[in-house]
């Protein structure tokens, strides 16, 4: 029997979802808001119409579940909240493709498929009512730093905790929602690029190795104030002439290792015309695949730092803001992405994926996972001008479904 994907109805789906939850600024469909739960009633009411489980867990994680001849589960995963004013795409065509390949597996083995497969929405993943992201999916692993998020509040200070509660969530028992990963045998994801990689290839889809890891840090150097009329410049302890040559540096960092490094802010004081900078704080962002790079990045840059304080005649100290480890995809499930790829547009290509995502989660804690990139436009995501091409997210739901449909041949040989 031949089975045949409507990759039209995935596009109409993701139309009708931005019609439903948008506005002329983009989705707003962030988590923990009316809008998060009117997108939540709308995917329920999709998966009605199939022959699976719905429920929430513990974190507010939404599970479907399709039970098979074996206990043994495969996961698509995907989040159906956004950024304020963010794209069409970012999240929800993870659970759309999901939905359309859930269709596609009870078309064709019935209810009862080789291999129980499920799809889940994860709470939060962006982060960006409260700042922490992938709230749902670390709380299932159990990597959730519950004492650092039990305090977080809004920015009109509601607490995390008060949120969770008006949409039925105890957050003391979050991690309880980890029991779904019991039998967890793969967790597959697809997701925009957000990125211009594809884009400046030209190709429409791509294999993920792994999720970049991340060293984040305020870098305060401290001189002293003086009159900018009065103070010659062989005299000065300015503490910002240390930290801009620190910008330059950085970059040439990223290009000796092949990573990205970011300064993202920068703040002097006292702050005005009038006076040499006393101190300067500024936030660099580190991001790489590989952990000893990683490492090499951010001892060069701290070394960097002490000689251009020393140059000036200031100081500086480092506070770590935050990190996390490389996390690499798993190898036989790239090839099986690669596969479903060329078998659909002729040609693949591996890269890694700056931002986190939720398979980032299950990849820590050792279940098999992968992801798979559609071509973003513009390379811009997080924005209303986020877009992919129909003929794209097409090519993306077919290449998906085959990988879904590998994957489920893997799980049986193993």
Request: glycine share 8%.
């Amino acid at each position: 029997m031949k089975v045949v994907l409507s990759t039209k109805r995935t596009i109409e789906e993701l139309k009708d979802l931005r019609s439903l939850t948008g506005d002329e600024n983009g989705a707003q469909r962030v988590a923990f808001t009316d809008k998060w739960a009117l997108a939540r009633s709308w995917l329920k009411e999709k998966l009605d119409a199939l022959p699976v489980e719905v429920h929430t867990d513990a974190a507010g994680n939404l599970w479907a579940t399709l039970q098979g001849k074996s206990n043994r589960s495969l996961l698509m995963g995907g989040h159906i909240d956004s950024v304020p004013n963010g794209g069409w795409l970012d999240g929800c065509l993870n659970t759309l493709a999901g939905i359309e390949s859930l269709r596609r597996i009870v078309e064709q083995y019935g209810t009862e498929p080789p291999v129980t497969i499920r799809l889940v929405d994860w709470a939060d993943e962006e982060g960006a009512r409260f700042g922490k992201s992938l709230f749902g999916s670390s709380a299932c692993s159990g990597t959730l730093d519950m004492d650092e998020v039990r305090g977080l509040t809004d920015a009109n200070g509601i607490r995390l905790v008060d949120a969770l509660k008006d949409h039925g969530i105890d957050f003391e028992q979050v991690k309880a929602s980890g029991g779904e990963l019991e039998n967890a045998g793969a967790y597959l994801e697809l997701h925009i690029e957000q990125g211009p990689v594809l884009l400046d290839r030209n190709l429409p889809l791509g294999s993920v190795l792994g999720t970049y890891g991340v060293e984040r840090h305020t870098i305060s150097f401290h001189g002293q104030a003086a009159h900018s009329g009065s103070t010659p410049m062989h005299c000065r302890k300015d503490a910002f002439l240390a930290a801009a040559r620190m910008s330059p540096e950085i970059y040439a960092i990223a290009k000796r290792h092949g990573g990205v490094c970011t300064i993202g802010s920068c703040v002097t004081k006292p702050g005005i015309v009038t006076s040499v900078a006393e101190d300067c704080r500024i936030t660099l962002d580190q991001r790489h695949l590989e952990g000893s790079s990683l490492a090499a990045m951010l001892a060069e840059a701290k070394q960097a730092s002490e000689d251009f304080a020393k140059a000036a005649d200031v100081t500086v100290d480092w506070t770590r803001l935050w990190q996390i480890e490389p996390i690499l995809f798993n190898d036989d499930l790239i090839e099986l992405c690669d596969e479903a790829i060329t078998e659909t547009c002729g040609e693949s290509y591996r890269l890694p994926s700056g931002p986190l995502h939720d398979a980032a989660e299950p990849a820590r804690i050792g279940i098999p996972t992968v992801m798979m990139f559609v071509q973003s436009l513009h390379g811009i995501s997080h924005n209303k001008i986020e877009d992919t091409k129909e003929e794209h997210i097409e090519q993306s739901v077919i290449a998906f479904d085959k990988l879904v449909e590998k994957t489920i041949l893997w799980l049986i040989a193993k």
